[in-house]
């Protein structure tokens, strides 16, 4: 099956800084694609120049066939965005909003209740279709952008911060709801998020770093890669210790991030072993993990999601 | 089309839903209203019965009203492009420009629905002629209505031009404040403009509100029956490039004016967002 978006040798540079530096990747249909890097990667800038938003400098973006920067009015129709921020008209009705969506994207009339009443099944809405959108919760709002999304079914849903802001039940819902949709109506995402243990429901998942993709992979190999276990210990005294297990573990990688040292080795065991008796500083905290995301983001970008908000 | 009747349509309905609005914006024409209508007319009306005995039935506001209701539309008109500048803020102009509705139909849409509201406005302002003591033709009150309708569309496209391409209510309440005055006073609304200095001549001749409140008041009073001396007392004479100017002409340039200025709204809302 032909790739759903192809984006080729895509840049874009401003006056002094090259945003996006020569970026390539395919999304396959039907997958949820996890796009990641930290702040000022040049995630925005790409996701822009993909959604039609913004011109690149050089390179081309095809989605479902068609050429974005020529075929504009097409992609526009072929894709449903879902923003961070509210883009809900909050003097409107959940109704209206939806029924101007329809227009927008020339839904034909007599499908447009239809379909209306279905999007508002799927995000459990039905009961709220009259009521003003400022009377709406923050789950609320965006349950209703994701259902306006998808009204005139675009073969691709960029979800930029789906869950955002909220609190973790309604985030749990809103992945739900979006888990559901893929199954329902084997929608193509595109999904960036701050949340790694989110992001694991990807399919595949890109990284992005200074302009560059970083590397894609599903989630199961990235975490290979990082590979083996990760040991976090404290200690009394942190500098004396991490001074004395460079000496003496070989194999493994040491690095020290806010009062934890962290080790990351294919044989926890032996090192756990070594470690107890070696150590002359008491230990204060010790946990042993397989690799998260957080290891595999922290390993292509050299930051910790968290770092890289501020 | 379906595009611009969507943006339009919402524009309308908003402005029919906010109460606030739609008696808020009738303080400062009512107070003009006062001023010129009450304040003026004595002086005007004993000039005119000493020059002229036989027309003591004269009556200023009847001239002053077309052009209060011609302000009403000024004002409405640019402050319903501000529109723009909210949906920016919040956030709603996104969702228009992520769909596949053309850039153009956008400020289309967008003028449109200025203008409705500002016509409504307009409209309105009919109301209070009973209690100001004269009266017109309703004939020729519902002839003025798409007359009206013209120059508000001429003005939108101003308050859109502005908006399209500035970032702040803040600075668009400036520029507004800067533009509007001159407009109301060198448009012959409120007292004639036949005898301006050069330059001041230059820009009644390109202000769109000189032309609408001309119309309006050639429709809505029985110009034709009136002596020389209101004629040109009241600034009915208008001329261009030294001859009579018609209605047809007026009405060419009002167009012509909405659609130039459209259209550079457009290429603004291009560069703006790609």
Redesign the interface.
Same mark, same amino acid.
């Given at each position: 099956m032909e790739p759903i978006i192809k984006v080729q040798q895509l840049n874009k540079k401003y006056k002094d800084t090259h945003a996006v530096k020569n970026v390539s990747f395919d999304v396959e249909q039907g997958e949820i694609f996890g796009f990641l890097g930290p702040n000022g990667a040049g995630k925005s800038t790409t996701i822009n120049m993909i959604? $039609?938003?913004?011109?690149p400098t050089s390179g081309t973006v095809t989605i479902n066939g068609f050429n974005a920067a020529v075929e504009?009015?097409?992609v526009? &129709?072929s894709?449903g965005?879902i923003?961070q921020?509210? $883009?809900?008209? &909050?003097? #409107?009705t959940a109704g209206?909003n939806l029924m #101007?969506?329809c227009?927008?994207?020339?839904v034909p009339k007599k499908r447009r209740e239809e379909r209306i009443q279905e999007v508002l099944q799927i995000v459990d809405l039905t009961q709220s279709r009259q009521k003003k959108v400022e009377t709406f919760s923050g789950g609320m709002k965006r349950r209703l952008e994701i259902a306006?999304g998808l009204l005139h079914y675009p073969k691709v849903l960029f979800l930029d911060e789906p869950t955002v802001g909220l609190d973790p039940q309604t985030r749990a819902h809103i992945w739900e709801y979006i888990l559901r949709l893929k199954r329902k109506e084997g929608i193509t995402m595109f999904l960036t998020t701050h949340y790694l243990d989110e992001a694991e429901i990807s399919d595949r998942i890109a990284i992005m770093n200074h302009g560059k993709i970083s590397t894609i992979d599903s989630p199961a190999q990235l975490k290979k890669q990082v590979g083996g276990d990760i040991i976090e210990l404290s200690a009394k005294d942190n500098d004396q210790a991490a001074a004395e297990l460079e000496q003496y573990i070989e194999d493994a990688e040491i690095t020290r991030q806010d009062g934890t040292i962290k080790i990351k080795t294919a044989d926890s065991d032996s090192i756990i072993s070594g470690l107890m008796k070696e150590l002359s500083v008491p230990i204060t905290h010790l946990n042993i993990r397989k690799p998260t995301l957080n290891d595999v983001f922290l390993s292509f970008t050299g930051r910790d999601i968290e770092q890289s908000e501020s | 089309m379906?595009?611009i009747? !969507?943006i339009w349509q919402?524009d309308v =309905? /908003?402005f029919l839903?906010?109460r606030a609005r739609l008696f808020g914006s009738f303080s400062m024409p009512i107070l003009f209203l006062l001023i010129f209508g009450g304040g003026l007319s004595g002086t005007m009306e004993g000039l005119i019965s000493e020059t002229v005995p036989e027309e003591s039935d004269f009556q200023y506001i009847q001239f002053v009203f077309p052009g209060i209701v011609a302000m009403t539309l000024l004002m409405t008109s640019v402050f319903s492009s501000l529109s723009i500048i909210e949906d920016r803020d919040?956030?709603?102009m /996104?969702? =228009?420009? @992520?769909?596949? @509705?053309?850039r153009v139909s956008i400020a289309v849409g967008k003028m449109l629905g200025a203008s409705t509201v500002a016509c409504i406005q307009g409209i309105m302002m009919f109301l209070l002629i009973p209690f100001l003591g004269i009266s017109y033709p309703l004939a020729s009150m519902i002839q003025v209505i798409p007359f009206m309708f013209l120059l508000a569309c001429a003005l939108s496209s101003v308050g859109l031009l502005i908006a399209s391409f500035l970032k702040s209510t803040q600075g668009f309440q400036l520029i507004v404040q800067l533009l509007v005055m001159p407009m109301v006073f060198l448009s012959g609304a409120l007292f004639p403009v036949n005898n301006m200095p050069g330059w001041m001549d230059v820009v009644v001749k390109i202000n769109p509100v000189t032309y609408g409140v001309d119309i309006m008041k050639k429709v809505m009073i029985d110009t034709g029956s009136l002596s020389p001396v209101i004629r040109e007392a009241m600034g009915l004479n208008l001329t261009l490039f030294g001859r009579s100017i018609t209605v047809f002409e007026e009405v060419l340039f009002m167009l012509t004016f909405t659609i130039i200025l459209v259209l550079l709204a457009t290429l603004s809302f291009r560069r703006s967002? !790609?």
């Open positions: 959604c $039609t938003m913004l011109a504009r009015s097409k526009r &129709e894709i965005i923003f921020e509210n $883009t809900l008209d &909050e003097k #409107l209206e #101007l969506h227009r927008f994207y020339r306006r | 379906e595009g009747l !969507a919402r =309905i /908003k839903r906010d919040f956030g709603y /996104k969702e =228009i420009l @992520v769909s596949p @509705v053309l967002n !790609a």
